[in-house]
Structure formats: structure tokens, C-alpha cells
């Protein structure tokens, strides 16, 4: 496997070396004749241990050591090897090319890991998996996966020389054939295995007579649950959420003093405005139709046509969706605890952080000149932005052809997020958020504009490079998340489908739909 040597010189250059998570704390208890290790996912309790191996569990917890010296009573080695296969989820497991120089490091990341050196085969091919994922990390490089409760840390640069071979298929040994003598690269490849982030073919088939082998085949190419993941899709769901990792999760404030929180809304601009009407409480409450006329009765929209869209109606569908109702806490803390202030909108948001920011391209609604304007949700009004005339027309453009509309919509709604108002509180979730919140705000574009007897289309896609280009934004600090297309029907929308088979009260949809005709006329 790898470049022959002597053995007595390879078993003194490979070490096995053992600790405990970074997070693990062991604390005896004499009164209970026990010592409780405490961590991120609870307490673990050992009772009666013996005081040796007590000892072996302190130098863990201070960094990695080797058993054989820690241990020679083969008594109170038995008890620790039971101990440790007792604990997996709280070891660390790491090759060193000496006792003091770890080379990889591989640690668990959740309660139910469990970690056994893989047994390689010479003939069968060895590939570094595609949903693994290399980054650096306080100092070193760390390889993780989705599919993974384990993630690898690479402390020395020899170790990279491991995974340089394995980016397309090949045999263990010629994987190995290029590292120094003093890399267990046997004993790290398995370890790699072990953790999924090196994957082995599948057995080959035998050939038959006359006929060469085909190429090797590996489980996660062809697996149904895997097949239609893209790595980047699958870790994004693996750590927005719980169960799969060990990092911090959600509401930490992990900024704590050094970042204030962004304003609960952007500073106004100086260029002039538009202000925008308002509609009337009792004109609603007399003329809305019903909450179920409006979910039932929307219908696709693949047009903008018939008569204008106006700034009343525009005016209208903002402050029903968007606008500040009310503002909460205090601005002399806007890095304290409670985020200084907040505000109420119509939409729901996560923590009522309200990080969306609405933008407005009009390309022929009546009573506002055609532009680009951003939405100021607490003075109710439009603010002009300069945009390039190019630029505005690709956006509109790029929006159509994304909402999949055969005409351009007199209204782009595109909406983008000011990311520090959640990542200055959450850890973890908050990118997916931002996304769930995008979604509120969406459902009640499409709920208001049915109401109203407009037509709405929610854009597949936005392109984050050309509108932060146009709006003057920085993508890394406030970049397009969704948008909404807004107008005026061009037509009755087409009937069911071919081949549609009624379900569950389909009649709905157009009671519905009469009922709102009825309404907006």
C-alpha cells in the first residue's frame, strides 16, 4: 500500500492518538464514587472507574494522547477500550505522525456517530466522495459532508497529500504511491473511508471472457435519495437544521458587541419621493372578498395586460403587504440583547426582524413615472434610485423571463434582504430564514393581489449580480432573495389541463374566482 519499510520503524512512526471533544468536561463525583463527563448533548455518568483510567480521561480532555502510554494494567485498558466504544459520540480519533504531532483528527458530530476504520480492498477503486467539502478553519483544513456525523481535520500539511490523488477513481495503492514514509497514509485512507468522505466502488462485476472490466461503480452515483442533491443543496439542508452537525444553533447573537444590528429600516434618501395612497379600513372591510375566495381563487398568470396598473392600486397592495404598523423598543441600544428597534408589518418574519427591503422597477403604471424606486414601509412612499436605462431593462427582462411571463410586467416587486438583521442574532438557521420569511412576504403578495383582482407571478430566480449592480447594493451585505410581478390579467386564464381529474372540491377554484370578478368589479 505504501513505499516498503522496515516494520519495526513504521509501528514506531504510526501512533493512534486519542481525546475527548473540545467541549467535554470531566468532573469527578467522590460523594457518588463517579465522574461525569459533561458536553454539548448532555451528561454521561461513569461509575465506579477505575483511577487510572480516570487519569487517561483528564489527559484526554487536554488534547490528543496515546493509550499505551497513558495505560500498561491491561485490567484498566480493557476498561477503558469498553469505555471509550461506550462513548464514541464524546472521541476524537487521530492519526499522528508522532506523539506529538497529530496529522488528522476525526471528530464526531452528533450523538449517534459511530466510527470504525474501514477495511480497504486493493482492488477496489477509491474516490473522494462529491459531497465532500473542503474549507480552512481556525488554522487547519477540515473536510466535511452532509451524508457525514463526522468531520475530518487535516493539522499538517502532509496530510493534504492524502485526498490530492483521489479526485477521480484509483486503487488504494496508487492513491498512496506518493506520500512520504512517515504519513500512515494506510491507516488515513481508512479512517477516510470510514467517515464517507473517501468512498470505495462497489465490487466488480466479473468480466466476461474476451471482455475488459467496466469502469468502477460507486453506491452514492446512482442512489434514488442522492442522484438529484447537489452537494452544496444537501449541506445547506444538513446545517440549517438540527441533528447532522455539532456547530452553535440558533439564537446566540453571535456578533455580541462588535456589530450593531442594522437599522430596523434604511436610512431615507435625500433624491425626492413618491408618496403613495392609501387605501381606507372601511372601504376594505365593506368590498374585500373572503380569505378563501383569495386562496382559492388565484389562479397562473402568464400575461400582464387590459387596463393599467395605477399608483392607488400599487399604493394599496404595499401597505397591505409591507408597510411599518408600528415600531417596537428603543434606538439607544441597537446592539443590546433586544436589537433596539423593531417593528410590526403585515407579513410574518422569524424573530420580527423584517430584514426584507422591497424594490419597485414600474414600467407602466399610472401615475409614476417609469423607474427603478426602493419602498420606504414607514413613510409609505417610493424613493427614485439612478439607475442605468440597460441595466433597468435587464432586470425587467431577466424578471419576466424567470417568472416564465409572455409579456413584461408593469411592476417588478424585487425583494432583497439586509442579511445582518439575522445573522447579528442567529447561528446557524438563518439564511433559511430569510428564505421562509421571503415566502411569508410572497404568499401575501399572491392573498392581497387576488383580493384586489390583480394578476401576481412570484419569479422562479433573481439574478443577484446584475440587482445588486442596478440598486448600487453589496450583494455580500443586502442581495436579492425573491420577487413578484405585478399587474393587470391579459385574459381569462386557460381551463384545467388535459387529462386533469378532479380531487378535492376543484369547483372552488372557480366559485372563487366568480366571487372575486364580482368584487373588483
Same mark, same amino acid.
Given at each position: 500500500?505504501c513505499?516498503?519499510?522496515d516494520e519495526e520503524?513504521?509501528s514506531?512512526?504510526r501512533?493512534l492518538?486519542w481525546?475527548?471533544r473540545?467541549?467535554?468536561h470531566v468532573?469527578?463525583? +467522590?460523594g =457518588?464514587?463517579a465522574?461525569?463527563? *459533561?458536553h454539548?448533548?448532555g451528561d454521561?455518568s461513569?461509575?465506579h472507574?477505575?483511577?487510572?483510567?480516570?487519569?487517561?480521561?483528564? /489527559?484526554m480532555?487536554?488534547?490528543p494522547i496515546s493509550?499505551e502510554n497513558?495505560?500498561?494494567?491491561p485490567?484498566?485498558?480493557a476498561?477503558? +477500550?469498553?469505555?471509550l466504544?461506550?462513548l464514541?459520540?464524546?472521541?476524537?480519533?487521530?492519526l499522528g $505522525?508522532d506523539q506529538?504531532r497529530?496529522?488528522i483528527s476525526v471528530?464526531?458530530?452528533?450523538r449517534r456517530?459511530?466510527f470504525?476504520?474501514a !477495511?480497504l480492498s486493493?482492488?477496489?477503486?477509491v474516490?473522494?466522495?462529491?459531497f @465532500?467539502?473542503?474549507?480552512a478553519?481556525?488554522?487547519?483544513y477540515c473536510?466535511e459532508?452532509?451524508?457525514s456525523? *463526522?468531520r475530518v481535520?487535516? *493539522?499538517r500539511a502532509e496530510?493534504?497529500? $492524502?485526498i &490530492?490523488a483521489?479526485s477521480?477513481?484509483?486503487?488504494?495503492d496508487?492513491?498512496?504511491?506518493? $506520500?512520504?514514509?512517515s504519513?500512515?497514509?494506510?491507516?488515513a485512507?481508512?479512517?477516510l473511508v470510514a467517515?464517507?468522505?473517501?468512498v470505495?466502488?462497489?465490487?466488480?462485476e466479473?468480466?466476461?471472457?474476451?471482455?475488459?472490466a467496466?469502469p468502477p461503480?460507486?453506491?452514492e452515483d446512482?442512489?434514488?435519495?442522492?442522484?438529484?442533491w447537489l452537494?452544496? +443543496?444537501l449541506?445547506?439542508h444538513a446545517?440549517?437544521?438540527l441533528?447532522?452537525?455539532?456547530r452553535?444553533?440558533g439564537?446566540t447573537y453571535p456578533m455580541g458587541?462588535?456589530?450593531?444590528?442594522?437599522p430596523?429600516?434604511?436610512?431615507a434618501?435625500?433624491g425626492g419621493h413618491v408618496t403613495?395612497?392609501r387605501?381606507?379600513w +372601511?372601504r376594505l372591510?365593506a368590498?374585500?372578498?373572503p380569505?378563501?375566495?383569495a386562496i382559492?381563487?388565484?389562479?397562473p398568470?402568464y400575461?400582464?395586460?387590459?387596463?393599467?396598473?395605477?399608483?392607488?392600486?400599487?399604493g394599496?397592495v404595499?401597505?397591505?403587504?409591507?408597510r411599518? /404598523?408600528?415600531l417596537?423598543?428603543?434606538?439607544?441600544?441597537p %446592539?443590546g440583547?433586544?436589537g433596539?428597534?423593531?417593528?410590526?408589518?403585515p407579513?410574518?418574519?422569524?424573530?420580527s426582524a423584517y430584514?426584507?427591503?422591497l424594490?419597485t422597477a414600474?414600467?407602466?403604471?399610472a %401615475?409614476i413615472?417609469?423607474g427603478?424606486?426602493?419602498?420606504?414601509p414607514?413613510?409609505?412612499?417610493?424613493?427614485?434610485?439612478?439607475?442605468?436605462?440597460?441595466?433597468?431593462?435587464?432586470?425587467?427582462d431577466?424578471?419576466r423571463l424567470?417568472?416564465?411571463?409572455?409579456t413584461v410586467?408593469?411592476v417588478?416587486i424585487?425583494?432583497t434582504?439586509?442579511f445582518?438583521r439575522?445573522s447579528?442574532?442567529?447561528?446557524?438557521?438563518?439564511?433559511?430564514?430569510i !428564505? =421562509?420569511?421571503?415566502?411569508?412576504?410572497?404568499q401575501?403578495?399572491y392573498?392581497?393581489?387576488?383580493?384586489? &383582482?390583480?394578476a401576481g407571478?412570484? !419569479? %422562479?430566480?433573481a439574478?443577484i449580480e446584475?440587482? @445588486?449592480?442596478?440598486?448600487?447594493t453589496?450583494w455580500?451585505t443586502?442581495?436579492?432573495?425573491?420577487?413578484?410581478?405585478? %399587474?393587470h390579467?391579459?385574459e381569462?386564464?386557460?381551463g384545467p389541463p388535459?387529462g386533469?381529474r378532479p380531487?378535492?372540491?376543484?369547483a372552488?377554484?372557480d366559485?372563487?374566482a366568480e366571487?372575486l370578478?364580482?368584487?373588483?368589479?
Amino acid at each position: 500500500m505504501c513505499p516498503p519499510q522496515d516494520e519495526e520503524t513504521a509501528s514506531a512512526r504510526r501512533f493512534l492518538l486519542w481525546s475527548l471533544r473540545e467541549d467535554v468536561h470531566v468532573e469527578a463525583d +467522590d460523594g =457518588k464514587d463517579a465522574v461525569i463527563l *459533561h458536553h454539548r448533548w448532555g451528561d454521561e455518568s461513569v461509575p465506579h472507574p477505575a483511577p487510572r483510567v480516570v487519569e487517561a480521561l483528564r /489527559r484526554m480532555s487536554l488534547g490528543p494522547i496515546s493509550l499505551e502510554n497513558a495505560i500498561d494494567d491491561p485490567a484498566d485498558r480493557a476498561e477503558l +477500550d469498553r469505555l471509550l466504544l461506550r462513548l464514541q459520540h464524546l472521541v476524537v480519533r487521530s492519526l499522528g $505522525l508522532d506523539q506529538e504531532r497529530p496529522l488528522i483528527s476525526v471528530v464526531p458530530q452528533s450523538r449517534r456517530a459511530r466510527f470504525q476504520p474501514a !477495511l480497504l480492498s486493493p482492488v477496489r477503486a477509491v474516490r473522494m466522495s462529491r459531497f @465532500a467539502m473542503l474549507r480552512a478553519e481556525d488554522g487547519a483544513y477540515c473536510l466535511e459532508s452532509p451524508l457525514s456525523l *463526522h468531520r475530518v481535520v487535516f *493539522h499538517r500539511a502532509e496530510a493534504m497529500w $492524502l485526498i &490530492g490523488a483521489l479526485s477521480r477513481a484509483t486503487t488504494p495503492d496508487a492513491a498512496l504511491s506518493g $506520500l512520504p514514509p512517515s504519513v500512515p497514509g494506510a491507516e488515513a485512507l481508512a479512517y477516510l473511508v470510514a467517515t464517507g468522505m473517501v468512498v470505495q466502488a462497489k465490487p466488480a462485476e466479473r468480466a466476461e471472457r474476451g471482455r475488459p472490466a467496466g469502469p468502477p461503480v460507486f453506491a452514492e452515483d446512482s442512489d434514488p435519495a442522492l442522484v438529484t442533491w447537489l452537494p452544496q +443543496d444537501l449541506m445547506f439542508h444538513a446545517r440549517s437544521t438540527l441533528g447532522r452537525h455539532d456547530r452553535d444553533f440558533g439564537a446566540t447573537y453571535p456578533m455580541g458587541e462588535r456589530w450593531a444590528v442594522e437599522p430596523v429600516t434604511k436610512p431615507a434618501t435625500d433624491g425626492g419621493h413618491v408618496t403613495l395612497p392609501r387605501p381606507c379600513w +372601511d372601504r376594505l372591510i365593506a368590498a374585500d372578498p373572503p380569505l378563501t375566495a383569495a386562496i382559492e381563487g388565484h389562479r397562473p398568470t402568464y400575461a400582464f395586460g387590459g387596463e393599467p396598473l395605477t399608483d392607488r392600486q400599487l399604493g394599496e397592495v404595499l401597505y397591505r403587504t409591507a408597510r411599518v /404598523r408600528s415600531l417596537v423598543g428603543s434606538p439607544a441600544s441597537p %446592539g443590546g440583547a433586544d436589537g433596539g428597534l423593531a417593528s410590526e408589518r403585515p407579513y410574518a418574519s422569524t424573530g420580527s426582524a423584517y430584514e426584507l427591503e422591497l424594490y419597485t422597477a414600474v414600467n407602466g403604471c399610472a %401615475g409614476i413615472r417609469d423607474g427603478m424606486y426602493h419602498y420606504d414601509p414607514l413613510e409609505h412612499r417610493l424613493e427614485p434610485i439612478d439607475v442605468d436605462a440597460a441595466d433597468l431593462r435587464e432586470l425587467i427582462d431577466r424578471g419576466r423571463l424567470s417568472a416564465g411571463l409572455a409579456t413584461v410586467p408593469p411592476v417588478l416587486i424585487l425583494v432583497t434582504a439586509r442579511f445582518r438583521r439575522v445573522s447579528w442574532k442567529y447561528t446557524g438557521p438563518g439564511y433559511a430564514l430569510i !428564505l =421562509k420569511n421571503a415566502g411569508a412576504l410572497t404568499q401575501t403578495l399572491y392573498l392581497v393581489s387576488a383580493a384586489m &383582482g390583480l394578476a401576481g407571478c412570484a !419569479l %422562479g430566480a433573481a439574478d443577484i449580480e446584475a440587482t @445588486a449592480r442596478a440598486l448600487g447594493t453589496d450583494w455580500r451585505t443586502e442581495s436579492c432573495v425573491s420577487g413578484f410581478a405585478l %399587474g393587470h390579467r391579459d385574459e381569462e386564464p386557460p381551463g384545467p389541463p388535459p387529462g386533469r381529474r378532479p380531487a378535492n372540491d376543484p369547483a372552488w377554484s372557480d366559485l372563487a374566482a366568480e366571487l372575486l370578478r364580482e368584487t373588483a368589479g
